[in-house]
């Protein structure tokens, strides 16, 4: 079973910040927090991951908190092209590379 | 660099066929996973290999198998097809073993089986 809660939809106006939050009270010292996305039937996009900093890319910027309990990925101007399903995961990384996808938040942009 | 390449991207089987899917990760990724994506289950984990060695399998029937070669490609074959196996297939590459590298997914193969 997948060790993330997240809400199933979320709307966004375009050009706003997408603010996408992610439930994981049972992640491990040694696992890592990954976001990916998947735009309608292609593949999944990798994001972002982080252990415990939080960290920013390109694409958008990951806030864990303290005790790594939960966190939130944030898409600083959102676009229509942001309009996906958002998986938040955690994994260790290549040691375990069985990746468990929960079901995701439907993230809308609104024009 | 290219990124992984899944072929063919679409597949009409009749029940009862086989079929193979192939995969070519990223040069320099020896990590190769396989998942199926369907409407009802999501996306599921099937088996990951690394350096030709199966290390993780999930809760599929024998009828899906895959294997790795030497250069890393990967090839998945699901053997007496169901209805059911109609699905998203996707591949995954990762580099070489290490805490917290990343995943990079493929475009996938839809598989159709009529």
């Known amino acids: 079973d997948a060790k993330t809660t997240q809400p199933t939809s979320m709307d966004c106006a375009e050009g706003r910040a997408a603010n996408l939050p992610c439930n994981h009270s049972?992640?491990?010292?040694?696992?890592?927090v990954y976001w990916y996305r998947q735009i309608h039937s292609q593949g999944p996009q990798y994001i972002i991951h982080?252990?415990?900093n939080n960290e920013t890319n390109e694409m958008a910027s990951l806030i864990i908190t303290e005790d790594r309990k939960s966190s939130t990925l944030i898409l600083p101007h959102a676009t229509l092209r942001d309009t996906a399903v958002y998986y938040c995961i955690v994994r260790v990384g290549s040691r375990d590379d069985k990746i468990i996808f929960g079901k995701g938040t439907r993230l809308h942009i609104l024009p | 660099k290219a990124g992984v390449t899944q072929t063919p991207r679409y597949l009409i089987k009749t029940r009862g066929q086989q079929v193979t899917l192939s995969c070519s990760p990223i040069s320099g990724h020896r990590s190769v996973s396989w998942y199926q994506q369907t409407p009802g289950q999501g996306l599921q984990f099937l088996f990951e290999?690394?350096?030709?060695?199966?290390?993780n399998k999930g809760n599929f029937p024998g009828r899906f198998s895959g294997r790795q070669f030497s250069n890393s490609r990967s090839e998945m074959n699901v053997s007496t097809l169901e209805l059911g196996d109609s699905a998203l297939y996707l591949c995954?590459?990762?580099?070489?073993?290490?805490?917290?590298?990343?995943?990079?997914f493929g475009q996938g193969t839809r598989l159709t089986v009529v």
């Open positions: 982080g252990l415990k």
């Open positions: 995954a590459s990762s580099p070489d073993r290490g805490l917290g590298t990343e995943a990079f």
């Open positions: 049972t992640i491990s010292g040694n696992e890592y």
């Open positions: 290999y690394f350096s030709e060695t199966q290390r």
